[in-house]
Nanobody, 131 residues
Framework: VQLQASGGGLVQPGGSLRLSCAGA????????IGWYRQAPGKERQAVSC????????FVTDSVKGRFTISRDDAANTVYLEMSSLKPEDTAVYYC?????????????????????????WGQGTLVTVSS
């Protein structure tokens, strides 16, 4: 499965962006989709995850109340709605999935072994929060 992340850009603090993760040549209906981010000089960090056939998902504490994940299977896309953005949200954002389509993968999206479960990655989209 191939993923394409898009929607990044430059936004002022307090602003909003919507990131998209689209399936390129593959249907995403049966896949768990995770969002991760990596700031310069820092390790990749889990942000959010959504399971198949479920309209809402999980977000980490650092973005809770500001970020929302959703999926539109008709559009073959998973979205990450980001609001009240802060400079510390600046990072390259990646979407990822488990190409083996194993069950309950979102359970592991924040674990130290997440790469065992999220095996296919999109190219990343840069989000810069700055005035």
């Amino acid at each position: 499965v191939q993923l394409q992340a898009s929607g990044g850009g430059l936004v002022q603090p307090g602003g909003s962006l919507r990131l998209s993760c689209a399936g390129a040549g593959s249907r995403l209906d049966n896949y768990h989709i995770g969002w991760y981010r990596q700031a310069p000089g820092k390790e990749r960090q889990a942000v959010s995850c959504i399971s198949p056939r479920i309209s809402s998902g999980f977000v980490t504490d650092s973005v809770k109340g500001r970020f929302t994940i959703s999926r539109d299977d008709a559009a073959n896309t998973v979205y990450l709605e980001m609001s009240s953005l802060k400079p510390e949200d600046t990072a390259v954002y990646y979407c990822a999935t488990d190409h083996f389509q194993r069950a309950d993968v979102c359970r592991y999206y924040r674990s130290s072994s997440y790469r065992r479960y999220f095996t296919s990655w999109g190219q990343g989209t840069l989000v810069t929060v700055s005035s």
